[in-house]
């Protein structure tokens, strides 16, 4: 009899492990793979309940790609502008490519990487980074950048690298 218990609870446990555990095919995540804390957040027009977090060193955040607060396009697939920040809002760097305004012309505050909805984001420090920025944010390359944003598909494919730095 305590053999059978300890089964079913054993059993119990482990289902209820299983549950917990973020399945990546059922959110995206952001992971912070570098030595400083970063910020992500996917903007919405829609409301203001969106995913915006702070995340530690060497931690991950992740949220369901069918939550419309997290995923407005509530698709697998479908194609989000996410913001990530290194180190914010003491001494940012920014990363992504520069958004455009209105009128279409470049507006380098606040750049934007692409995403996949059940896709994910690893923000790594960069080893090929020769130690010298960029003397403004038009002219960063890859190699130019301490800090890179790398991301991937719902289905494991690296979609885009994008660099990080200094806005100034």
């Not at 218990?5 to 992971?31: E, M, S, W």
Request: hydrophobic letters at 30%; a positive charge.
């Amino acid at each position: 009899m305590k053999t059978w218990n300890a089964f079913l609870l054993a059993t119990a446990v482990t289902a209820l492990g299983f549950a917990i555990k973020t399945d990546p095919a059922q959110a995206f995540c952001v992971y912070n793979k570098t030595d400083k804390p970063i910020y992500s957040a996917v903007p919405t027009l829609e409301n203001l309940r969106n995913f915006s977090v702070g995340i530690p060193v060497n931690n991950s955040s992740c949220c369901n790609w069918k939550n419309k607060d997290c995923n407005p396009t509530k698709k697998q697939n479908g194609i989000l502008d996410a913001e990530v920040r290194i180190e914010f809002p003491r001494d940012a760097h920014y990363c992504g490519n520069p958004r455009k305004d209105m009128l279409g012309r470049p507006e380098p505050n606040y750049p934007r990487v692409k995403m996949q909805g059940g896709g994910y984001l690893t923000v790594v420090n960069n080893p090929a980074y020769k130690g010298a920025p960029p003397k403004t944010y038009w002219d960063v390359k890859i190699g130019d950048s301490g800090y890179l944003v790398q991301s991937w598909t719902y289905d494991h494919k690296l979609l885009d690298t994008y660099p990080c730095t200094r806005i100034r």
